[in-house]
């Protein structure tokens, strides 16, 4: 699914923008930031960063689901095996990174702003144990590695998933997930919410099926006037993101907060599945996030997305701040993924794989690590 991989790229992208976003504003003062249009697509890029991990959430969904759906004897044992290390080999070596790049260049400059200050000075051994491990959360000495722990829990729970959203139909799965996000959003339970929006990409693959054959039709009927559904789908992503902007935009109205809270999950987990949908099925779309660029960006996503930040606060704890070395640090950011990319996690797809054509032993084994 090549174009939904550029769509993981671009939102990688969202996250690492959004984080230099808040490094330059809280420590250039320009004048520019406040201009109308600046200010405005500032604000929106931390609200599409802030979405773009739970993207990363519905895509795994999808995305895995899909995989087991559609492999015969599928051996779910060499699956979880193989994802784990998957996953783990680039969380680890990430960790390496986050402790080396914190002895040669010490967060000892308070004052940089909320968000770079709100970084651990030191990272304590017992911290580096337990990002190592994601069992009990991140320590926020690299906060990217919060995610982590439910994509891990996820990878392992695969089976439940499927199994269960096999019974209901298609129809029913995806608002009956958005719903459980709502349920944890509203309990204030980060589990129940963070892994329904697993359970949505799941529920989009039970159904991919359905809206393939839906798109085909849809594209053989609209052959003849191929330039109205170019200019559709354009209007249908104004659409998405306008859904994102839909929640402040009912504050002003005065709104009550339970409403505008609910309706903000809502119209946020709807427009993530419908940009999903539309990149990974319409064909313009389709064409678009498979350019070589976009393509660039889906392959080192992940690494992206573990490496950003180090990258980025030591540049800003090094030279104080100073803007051009923000800059600096921002644009390094993807080359050292890219070697990241080379170095650590190439080499974790080439041992993942591993598993895929591997037998566990038929034998039982006097014990088991989970």
Aim: hydrophobic residues 55%; glycine residues 6%.
């Amino acid at each position: 699914m090549r174009s939904l991989d550029g769509l993981r790229g671009v939102a990688a992208l969202v996250v690492v923008l959004g984080h230099a976003r808040l490094v330059a504003l809280q420590n250039i003062d320009s004048p520019l930031f406040q201009l109308p249009g600046i200010r405005h697509a500032l604000e929106l890029l931390a609200l599409l960063g802030a979405h773009s991990v739970w993207l990363f959430f519905v895509l795994s969904g999808l995305v895995l689901s899909r995989m087991m759906l559609s492999t015969a004897n599928f051996d779910y044992g060499n699956y979880v095996l193989g994802r784990l290390a998957r996953l783990y080999i680039p969380v680890w070596a990430a960790v390496a990174l986050t402790a080396v790049s914190m002895l040669l260049i010490p967060r000892d400059s308070p004052g940089l702003g909320p968000w770079v200050d709100a970084h651990p000075d030191t990272y304590l051994p017992s911290a580096i144990v337990n990002d190592l491990l994601l069992i009990t959360g991140s320590t926020g000495n690299l906060s990217p590695l919060w995610s982590l722990q439910w994509e891990i829990l996820f990878s392992v729970l695969l089976i439940l998933y499927t199994a269960c959203l096999q019974k209901v139909p298609p129809l029913v799965g995806l608002p009956l997930t958005i719903a459980l996000c709502i349920v944890g959003q509203q309990t204030d339970n980060q589990a129940l919410m963070y892994m329904s929006m697993f359970a949505v990409g799941t529920a989009l693959a039970i159904a991919w099926d359905q809206l393939t054959a839906i798109r085909d039709r849809v594209e053989e009927r609209m052959r003849n006037v191929w330039p109205l559904y170019v200019a559709l789908l354009m209007v249908a992503c104004v659409l998405i993101i306008a859904l994102q902007i839909l929640p402040r935009l009912l504050a002003k109205f005065g709104v009550p907060d339970l409403v505008m809270s609910v309706g903000s999950m809502v119209s946020t987990m709807v427009a993530l599945a419908g940009a999903i949908v539309l990149v990974g099925l319409a064909t313009p779309l389709r064409a678009v996030f498979e350019i070589r660029a976009i393509q660039w960006l889906g392959l080192i996503s992940f690494s992206l997305y573990l490496v950003h930040e180090p990258v980025l606060l030591a540049a800003v704890y090094l030279f104080r701040g100073d803007p051009v070395a923000i800059a600096v640090g921002l644009l390094l950011c993807f080359p050292i993924a890219r070697l990241f990319y080379w170095a650590v996690e190439k080499p974790s797809h080439r041992f993942s794989r591993r598993f895929s054509r591997s037998k566990l032993p038929v034998e039982p084994v006097p014990t088991t690590a989970q």
